[in-house]
């Protein structure tokens, strides 16, 4: 147990698996949650899943928190991250589960307290599913997480903060910034925007009712569908604090996409099944990797 008390800033899915994975993991003593929502406040409170909970400022649970989790959307990351930490006592470590972290760490480059830890973090873990209820303590098991942490970070903070995502079931790799906002654009950010387009383009069809997109769908745009169902704020705030990485990969993208178009057009089979064949290799080699 490297913390003994941590604050958790945000109830929602990931935040409220958070307090469920330390408390059944036994990764801490105390948990302190804090949310603006009263209801999401009620909801963590029936479940019993802090040992104090707060729908305002959670300035004397930070007092007291070796670890404070800001489990907020991206574009709100840095303004909490300011307004928690004149409370925050010295020698805690200040995180994040944001899923962009350039953004992030530019925004308080040179603002953060030298008697505290500042190490941004991305658990790549979730579902579309969002608020307090929504959360299970395996969420994080056998799941990547990304640690960014600026130059010069205490080293031993790190590894206290590695060995607590280790002890909620994680796989934690160290990774600087702008690397983690290109891979996440890549393997997240632009397949989230794709099915956000295409479920919105299936729907405007004017020769197709929506009842029967609704009726019809088969297994490829059902998958689009549940990934499009994910919380349009935190997404909304993605892909405006990780602009240039999503713009570079939406590019690639257009590219990409055109030249199967072309392919298409000319009947050029051979283009088609060759690009088939190197994607279906790359869902092989994915499913390989998944533990499960």
């Known amino acids: 147990m490297r913390f003994e008390t941590v604050l958790i ?31 999401a406040c009620k909801k963590i409170t ?5 040992d104090g909970v707060a729908d305002g400022p959670p300035d004397l649970f930070a007092a007291k928190a ?15 991250a300011m307004s928690i930490m004149p409370s925050m006592k010295a020698g805690a470590v200040l995180t994040d589960v944001g899923s962009v972290k350039g953004h992030f760490v530019d925004a308080l480059d040179g603002r953060v307290r030298k ?18 209820e929504s959360g299970f303590a395996e969420l994080f098991e056998q799941r990547w997480c990304v640690l960014t942490p600026p130059e010069g970070t205490d080293e031993a903070a790190v590894t206290d903060l590695t060995h607590f995502w280790e002890g909620l079931g994680s796989d934690v790799a160290v990774m600087d910034p ?5 891979v996440m654009a890549t393997t997240s950010h632009l397949p989230h925007l794709i ?16 009842k029967e997109v609704v009726k019809f769908s088969a297994g490829g745009f059902r998958d689009f569908t549940r990934i499009a169902a994910s919380d349009p704020v935190m997404w909304r705030d993605v892909f405006l604090t990780n602009k240039t990485a999503t713009l570079e990969l939406v590019d690639r993208f257009i590219e990409d996409l055109t ?13 088609l099944l060759d690009s088939f064949a190197k994607t279906r290799d790359i869902r092989r080699r994915i499913l390989d990797s998944d533990p499960d």
């Open 195 to 210: 099915a956000y387009t295409l479920v919105g383009t299936a729907i405007d069809m004017e020769t197709v009712t929506r």
């Open 66 to 80: 070796d670890l404070v989790i800001l489990c907020t959307p991206s574009g709100r990351l840095a303004t909490k």
């Open 9 to 39: 800033i945000g109830g929602g899915l990931i935040g409220s698996s958070i307090a469920r994975a330390a408390r059944s993991k036994t990764q801490c003593k105390t948990i302190f949650v804090a949310d603006t929502s009263e209801t």
């Open 46 to 50: 029936e479940l019993g899943l802090a």
């Open 178 to 182: 702008a690397r983690h906002d290109l």
């Open 259 to 271: 030249a199967l178009k072309r392919a298409i057009r000319w009947d050029d089979g051979d283009k």
């Open 115 to 132: 008697d505290i830890h500042f190490i941004p973090g991305h658990p790549i873990a979730g579902t579309e599913n969002s608020g307090p």
